[in-house]
């Protein structure tokens, strides 16, 4: 499996992970320039939530959470500027799911890290 079929899966478990949760799937894939995508937009309860998705086949070279770099985490807030502008948007927060496939799946959660 390649990196971009590695990253469609895990944004699929992510999907269902917050389906299940009560989330409203509003958006997937959502592109604001070059440098910034917003892999899930949300909404659960009133507020918006814009989810960065991290897939990794297993741990050997780090946990997803790990791949989020200060760069990334400037380039989503941008995005994210950019949706509320457009969408007035009073009540939002930025998540992080982190989803390990082997040795089993592993999906982990950060609420709010932006």
């Known amino acids: 499996m390649n990196n ?8 699929d478990l992510a999907c269902r992970y917050l389906e299940k949760r009560g989330y409203k799937i509003l958006e997937r894939n959502k ?3 070059k440098l910034c995508e917003i892999d899930i937009i949300a909404e659960y309860k009133g507020t918006i ?6 897939t ?10 790990e791949a989020i770099t200060k760069t990334k985490l ?5 995005g994210i500027l ?11 927060r930025l998540d992080v799911i982190g ?3 082997k040795p089993e799946i592993k999906i982990e959660h950060m609420k709010n890290v932006g």
Do not use: A, D
């Open 4 to 11: 971009r079929k590695i990253g469609e899966s895990g944004e």
């Open 31 to 33: 592109h604001f320039s």
């Open 49 to 54: 939530i814009f989810v960065e998705v991290k």
């Open 56 to 65: 990794r086949k297993t741990t050997n070279f780090g946990t997803p959470f």
């Open 74 to 78: 400037q380039n989503l807030q941008t």
């Open 82 to 92: 950019s949706y509320l502008q457009e969408h007035k948007v009073k009540k939002y």
């Open 99 to 101: 989803i390990t496939l």
